[in-house]
Nanobody, 123 residues
Framework: QVQLVESGGGLVQAGGSLRLSCAASGGTFSRYAMGWFRQAPGKEREFVAAISWTSLTIRYADSVKGRFTISRDNAKNTVYLQMNSLKPDDTAIYYC????????????????WGQGTQVTVSS
């Protein structure tokens, strides 16, 4: 059983930056593909970014390409999401997710989910 805990969310002005962290415990983190998803009020949860356990495969949603960067530190059992040039449309609860597979998965079908961290971008 893998436990995921997100942190780093908060309130930021448009154009600002935040770095989200997701700390994992209870499993072999280095064997899990990791993803970030978000859910805005009244909307469905959507894919943001994903990274394979080797970090060799990375995917981004078109809406965040060039602004967000996903990375991981397997020694620290942590995955990060660096978010730059934030927009009000980025306001959402951000979730990290883990999936035991080679490669990445951009769908919601992940094995484990965190509780989420709120990101609010003011205009």
């Amino acid at each position: 059983q893998v436990q995921l805990v997100e942190s780093g969310g908060g309130l930021v002005q448009a154009g600002g930056s935040l770095r989200l962290s997701c700390a994992a415990s209870g499993g072999t983190f280095s064997r899990y593909a990791m993803g970030w998803f978000r859910q805005a009020p009244g909307k469905e949860r959507e894919f943001v970014a994903a990274i394979s356990w080797t970090s060799l495969t990375i995917r981004y949603a078109d809406s965040v390409k060039g602004r967000f960067t996903i990375s991981r530190d397997n020694a620290k059992n942590t995955v990060y999401l660096q978010m730059n040039s934030l927009k009000p449309d980025d306001t959402a609860i951000y979730y990290c997710a883990a999936d035991y597979l080679v490669g990445v998965r951009t769908t919601l079908a992940h094995d484990y989910w965190g509780q989420g961290t709120q990101v609010t971008v003011s205009s």
